[in-house]
């Protein structure tokens, strides 16, 4: 990762990020959902694991040091992710389920606050 965290935080960052992300389709879609499927599981595993994801990508620039500008600039594609954390994080004013991983990726992305204090906070509400 871009903040210099080991294989041991990325993994228990990923199985919280699996759990955060039931807990958020059960409040936002009343009808049952399989998060095991490649649209959700699936790319969350990429985005983590894959040296080729244009998200990882991204998001190792930020941990960095690069602004969302820089690191926009200089990737050639579009990381989605970029988008789909803002969009989360709105849907989730409304639901009200409780998403530190989403709220801590909206305040590096979108409020401008420093990547390693707002993960090292992080590291202390996860299990």
């Excluded at 994080?89 to 590096?108: F, G, M, R, S």
């Amino acid at each position: 990762m871009g903040l210099g965290y080991g294989d041991n935080f990325q993994s228990v960052l990923m199985s919280n990020g699996i759990r955060e992300m039931k807990k958020f389709i059960r409040k936002v879609h009343k009808m049952k959902r399989n998060i095991n499927d490649s649209a959700y599981l699936g790319d969350l595993l990429v985005t983590g694991y894959s040296v080729f994801s244009r998200n990882r990508m991204f998001g190792n620039m930020i941990g960095k040091g690069y602004t969302v500008k820089s690191a926009m600039m200089e990737m050639s594609m579009v990381a989605e992710g970029y988008y789909a954390a803002k969009s989360a994080w709105e849907l989730n004013q409304k639901y009200e389920a409780k998403t530190p991983i989403i709220d801590a990726v909206h305040a590096i992305l979108y409020e401008g606050k420093d990547a390693k204090k707002i993960f090292k906070k992080l590291t202390e509400k996860l299990d």
